[in-house]
Nanobody
Framework: QVQLVESGGGLVQAGGSLRLSCAVSGRTLSGYTVAWFRQASGNEREFVAA????????DYADAVKGRFTISRDNTKNTVYLQMNSLTPEDTAAYYC?????????????????WGQGTQVTVSP
């Protein structure tokens, strides 16, 4: 069983930055992909970024490329999402997910393990 706990959300003005954290526990993550998804009110959950734990390969949604950076700290079993140049369109609940999935999977369905989410609100 894998447990994920997100933190770092909050209210920020447009153009600002936030760093989200996802603390992972319960098992070693070799072979796992850890991803960030987000869900705005009334919208479906959408892929944001992913990192393959073993080789640190990363993938990003087009909407966040060049602004967001996903990384991981192996010593802390934590994945980070550094978000820069935020816009009101980035406002959403952000969720961390993990599972053994094909790299490049951008649908939420294949991920069995999820955190509780952290709210990010970007004001104009």
């Amino acid at each position: 069983q894998v447990q994920l706990v997100e933190s770092g959300g909050g209210l920020v003005q447009a153009g600002g930055s936030l760093r989200l954290s996802c603390a992972v526990s319960g098992r070693t993550l070799s072979g796992y992909t850890v991803a960030w998804f987000r869900q705005a009110s009334g919208n479906e959950r959408e892929f944001v970024a992913a990192i393959r734990w073993s080789n640190i390969r990363t993938d990003y949604a087009d909407a966040v490329k060049g602004r967001f950076t996903i990384s991981r700290d192996n010593t802390k079993n934590t994945v980070y999402l550094q978000m820069n140049s935020l816009t009101p369109e980035d406002t959403a609940a952000y969720y961390c997910a993990a599972d053994v999935v094909p790299f490049g999977a951008t649908k939420s369905g294949p991920y069995d393990y999820w955190g509780q989410g952290t709210q990010v609100t970007v004001s104009p």
